[in-house]
């Protein structure tokens, strides 16, 4: 038995674009309402969907929200890959490279800081996504700032206070992130890098 199409179309096609248009309006509706604020029928509404669909495709609300942070995660993790294959090869061009991206990434749309980093607060699952995403940056960075060092690569205290100092600075990241989204205006991207890397090779040498 064939599978049935419609508009040019499978099943599993719609689908498939029915997710996308949720994921978007989930997008729209948590950075612009909060999570507190929004309701799976504003959702629809933003996805021109039925509800009848939205519990089809995702089983709440909460899996909604997940869903779209897991998202953006993945598009992080695909800025970096990327800005590494494009990256120079010596040590302060990388981290630069890296840290150009994830700002352009993150100051591109607001929607995104909104939702990753602020509304991620409101449930323990959220923060525990969270905790993940932040953790992965903090890794990221820890990974940029070992070949910075210079002279020996020290022991066992020296990584411990390498990977500290990788957490200081994507908290600070993050907060300054936070902080410019509610500035209403657009962020000095390149300032913005000048000073990460200069932290960043600063902190390497701790």
Same mark, same amino acid.
């Given at each position: 038995?064939?599978?049935? @199409?419609?508009?040019?179309?499978?099943?599993? %096609?719609? $689908?498939?674009? *029915?997710? #996308?248009?949720?994921?978007?309006?989930?997008?729209?509706?948590?950075? #612009?309402?909060?999570?507190?604020?929004?309701?799976? %029928?504003?959702?629809?509404?933003?996805?021109?969907?039925?509800?009848?669909?939205?519990?089809?495709?995702?089983?709440?609300? #909460?899996?909604? =929200?997940?869903?779209?942070?897991?998202?953006?995660?993945?598009?992080?993790?695909?800025?970096?890959?990327?800005?590494?294959?494009?990256?120079?090869?010596?040590?302060?061009?990388?981290?630069?490279?890296?840290?150009?991206?994830? $700002?352009?990434?993150?100051?591109?749309?607001?929607?995104?800081?909104?939702? $990753?980093?602020?509304? !991620?607060?409101?449930?323990?699952? =959220?923060?525990? %996504?969270?905790?993940?995403?932040?953790?992965? =940056?903090? !890794?990221?960075?820890?990974?940029?700032?070992?070949?910075?060092? @210079?002279?020996?690569?020290?022991?066992?205290?020296? *990584?411990?206070?390498?990977?500290?100092?990788?957490? @200081?600075?994507?908290?600070?990241?993050?907060?300054?992130?936070?902080?410019?989204?509610?500035?209403?205006?657009?962020? %000095?991207? #390149?300032? =913005? @890098?000048?000073?990460?890397?200069?932290?960043?090779? $600063?902190?390497?040498?701790?």
């Amino acid at each position: 038995m064939g599978t049935r @199409v419609y508009a040019g179309l499978s099943a599993e %096609q719609r $689908a498939d674009r *029915r997710r #996308e248009q949720l994921l978007e309006a989930g997008l729209d509706v948590f950075a #612009e309402r909060g999570w507190a604020g929004s309701t799976v %029928q504003d959702v629809c509404r933003a996805a021109g969907l039925s509800p009848r669909y939205f519990y089809e495709l995702v089983d709440s609300r #909460e899996a909604l =929200f997940l869903a779209v942070t897991a998202r953006i995660a993945e598009h992080v993790a695909g800025v970096v890959r990327q800005a590494l294959v494009d990256a120079d090869a010596d040590p302060e061009s990388r981290a630069r490279a890296v840290l150009t991206a994830l $700002a352009g990434y993150f100051s591109a749309d607001e929607r995104v800081v909104r939702v $990753a980093l602020v509304e !991620s607060m409101a449930t323990e699952q =959220f923060r525990a %996504q969270r905790r993940e995403l932040l953790a992965g =940056f903090a !890794s990221s960075a820890a990974r940029l700032m070992r070949p910075l060092r @210079v002279g020996p690569a020290g022991g066992a205290a020296a *990584r411990r206070r390498l990977e500290l100092s990788a957490a @200081v600075l994507t908290g600070g990241m993050v907060e300054a992130l936070i902080a410019w989204t509610g500035e209403g205006r657009p962020l %000095q991207t #390149e300032l =913005f @890098v000048d000073h990460l890397t200069d932290l960043h090779t $600063a902190a390497a040498q701790l």
